[in-house]
């Protein structure tokens, strides 16, 4: 009886560990889905990111992040305005002024995007995915929704 108690106790203790173990393994890897953005230090540059649409050498997203090759300066951009929350309250004209025409494919005059780059999966950029910053109007014309979506290329 005793043993096959400690063979129980062993068993549910192995496994909370193995699950532990995935778990820590998994926010490790998701962590490099995201650029670290902190939002105190922060700043968002208008024509940095309009430079990094257009950027001839390197194609539509714009050059890497300094000294982050993962990610393009665009996608660091995008994930701090929508983490910092920059976006909010902003008006169609205001979101014009900072990023530019929107150049999402098929959106109307309620939801605007802005290509930023490859996605990530839990091992790195994917080439079979891109990143966009998506935005939400409402009826005043007033971004309700701003965050980053990734779709299948």
């Not at 650029?35 to 539509?60: T, Y």
């Not at 995008?78 to 910092?84: I, N, R």
């Not at 080439?127 to 779709?151: K, N």
Request: net charge positive; aromatic share 8%.
């Amino acid at each position: 009886m005793v043993t096959r108690g400690r063979a129980a106790v062993t068993l549910t203790v192995t496994a909370t560990l193995v699950v532990a173990a995935g778990a820590g393994a998994y926010a490790v890897l998701d962590a490099r889905r995201t650029p670290g953005i902190d939002c105190g230090r922060f700043r968002f540059d208008s024509s940095e990111w309009k430079r990094g649409r257009q950027h001839p050498v390197v194609g539509p997203y714009g050059p890497s992040a300094p000294g982050n090759d993962r990610f393009t300066r665009n996608q660091v951009a995008a994930h701090g305005l929508v983490k910092c929350g920059l976006l909010e309250g902003k008006t169609k004209r205001d979101v014009n002024t900072l990023l530019g025409r929107w150049d999402g494919e098929a959106y109307d005059e309620q939801y605007w995007s802005y290509a930023v780059g490859r996605g990530h999966d839990l091992l790195g950029a994917s080439s079979h995915t891109e990143q966009s910053l998506y935005m939400e109007f409402d009826e005043r014309g007033a971004v309700r929704d701003a965050r980053i979506v990734s779709r299948r290329m």
